[in-house]
């Protein structure tokens, strides 16, 4: 895969480093329950964003996951992950409004459980982007600054 251009000139002249919910419904198409990232807490353009998901015992799958010792379930934490991965795909030059969905994902790893209570803290980079359609992305998730998540993933643009 071909690697990111790292000129400035190529990428979005977007110097905005935080999003908060309302910019990120503007960016992703995920609404409650599979909204996951509640803020982007920091942004560098064509490279990575580091966003953040809090969890409360409302969410709806610690009903069912598991009772008596709820946890998020970890494809959940890949999926926020990739939402993570989708502020940074849909903000690159000619991707506003584009959707891209998950192609697959390399080299999981759980490391302990995301309970409520929890912040999960997760950080995307973007590895590779090639013809406009394919991206490679690494992703990690911490809580408490313990990494929880790890994960590579591919995504795919979705016509």
Same mark, same amino acid.
């Given at each position: %895969?071909?690697? $990111? ?13 935080? *999003?908060?919910?309302? =910019? +990120? ?16 807490? #920091? ?7 580091? !966003? ?8 709806? *799958? @610690?009903?069912?996951? $598991?009772?008596?010792? &709820?946890? %998020? ?5 890949? =999926? ?11 903000? /690159? ?6 959707? @891209?969905?998950?192609? !697959?994902? #390399?080299?999981?790893? @759980?490391?302990? &459980?995301? +309970?409520? !209570? #929890?912040?999960?803290? %997760?950080?995307? =980079?973007?590895?590779? *982007?090639?013809?406009?359609? +394919?991206?490679? %992305? ?15 993933? /591919? @995504?795919?643009? *979705? #016509?």
């Amino acid at each position: %895969m071909e690697q $990111i251009p790292e000129k400035e000139q190529d990428l979005e002249q977007n110097t905005q480093t935080t *999003f908060y919910i309302k =910019e +990120i419904q503007e960016l992703l198409p995920h609404r409650y329950p599979f909204a996951l990232v509640d803020r982007i807490i #920091d942004y560098t353009a064509g490279k990575k964003a580091t !966003g953040i998901k809090n969890l409360t015992i409302n969410e709806p *799958f @610690f009903q069912g996951h $598991i009772p008596n010792n &709820p946890i %998020m379930p970890g494809v959940l934490q890949l =999926e926020a992950m990739a939402q993570v991965g989708g502020i940074v795909l849909t903000l /690159l030059p000619g991707m506003k409004g584009k959707f @891209f969905v998950y192609g !697959g994902v #390399d080299k999981a790893r @759980f490391r302990r &459980p995301v +309970i409520p !209570g #929890d912040q999960l803290i %997760m950080t995307v =980079e973007l590895l590779a *982007f090639k013809r406009n359609r +394919i991206a490679k %992305m690494q992703g990690q998730g911490f809580v408490d600054g313990q990494l929880v998540v790890e994960a590579e993933m /591919l @995504f795919s643009l *979705f #016509d």
